[in-house]
């Protein structure tokens, strides 16, 4: 009897383990999207999202990809984890129009297994300089230890996953690019597909090299799971942006300059200190000038003196071309899509210039308008005569009582005109009417 328990436990036991088997047997796909430039924000993402599919012992990790570049330090970090990494990574340069280049053609080699759309597009990954693009010998020789350090760093991944290294050699010393199907026929990449269904089928029964040995996928009817960039994420990648930094920086520094301006208005100061952290976080993401940062906080040093100092407009000029110089500086690299766009330079400039000379005209318009209060704002007035006055008397101007001397002789009545102010003694004489 005992037996026969035993046994029916062994089979329940079995059939509990055979059901939950077949429920971890279904095979899930993550996929993650990458739109844009790619710096340490989306870098941060990626090597995350691959140490997460690996403990989730994904089947794999797709990323589709459309990237113009980035930074290499960005770069590197992503190669270095996806080199390494115990899940297999699947990198999809989608939909019909996208990119891999730059940086993405180095992410695109490192992959696993490497897919394009058709219409897509891969190469130029010549790397750019930062700093000065000057024509001197030092500057040469750095470009040349750069692109010998690229070259050699894509000929070595392209080499890992038996890709094509002499193309890859190419795409970074002649910035040379190739449509999807030339990449295929080159060796480039492993498979042209329309959308991800059709890769998931084509990607199903390849064989992939890990650290831990060979795997093959099984993607046929895999269970599709789409992980996107959370909200901190979403935030700091778009701030990331250069033209999204610098206007944080403007804005942060109109508010300080508001608040030491109107000390105790507060809002002004909060906001301010806000965009400006946020400013800075952005700026630690890219490739800055010193310079350029210097020359715009110089701009804003001479407006402030502007307000306390009477230079007639020559500190707002100054500020003026220093703003202008600092913000064509202050990225320091020669890649459009991570230079601050002439069409965010020009208007922050001409508003800033604009503002202050109309705060600098309109002070230079008061100080020469006539004085309306103390001894000054009476000289020119017009009164009565309260009293005869020869030589002293009393007058009456704006309501208000004054005593009052003349070299005329002038009857109770008449209009006076005050010419002279002496402690709190006026000089008067007759209005031309009255005379």
Known sequence: MNGHKLITSVLVL???????????AEPVVEVIKIDGIINPISSK??????????????????????TPGGLMESMRAVTKEMLSAQVPVVVYVSPSGARAASAGV?????AHIAAMTPGTNIGAAHPVSLGSTQDTTGAKTMAEKITNDAAASIRSIANKRGRNAQWAEEAVRQSVSVT?????????IDIVCEDLPGLLRALDGRKVKLPSGERVLHTKNAQIKRTGMNFRYRILDKISNPNIAYILLMLGIYGIFFELSNPGSIFPGVVGSIFLILAFFALQTLPINYAGLLLILLAI?????????????MLTIGGVISMGLGSIMLINIQVPFLRISWGVIIPVVAVTAAFFLFAVGMGLHIQRRKPTTGAKGLMGEIGVALTRISPKGK???????W?????QKIRKGEEIVVIGVSHLQLKVSRTEGSA
């Not at 999807?180 to 480039?188: H, T």
């Open 14 to 24: 079995a059939l509990v383990l055979g059901f939950f088997s077949l429920v971890r």
């Open 45 to 66: 993402f990626m090597v995350e999202s691959i140490q997460k599919a690996q403990e989730r012992e994904a089947e794999c990790l797709v990323i589709q990809m459309d």
């Open 106 to 110: 180095f992410i695109t080699l490192a």
């Open 180 to 188: 999807a199907q030339e990449a295929l026929k080159l060796g480039v």
């Open 301 to 313: 040093v001479l407006f402030i003196l502007e307000t306390q100092i009477p230079s007639y407009g």
């Open 395 to 401: 007058v009456a101007i704006h309501g208000e009582i």
């Open 403 to 407: 005593k009052a001397t003349t070299s």
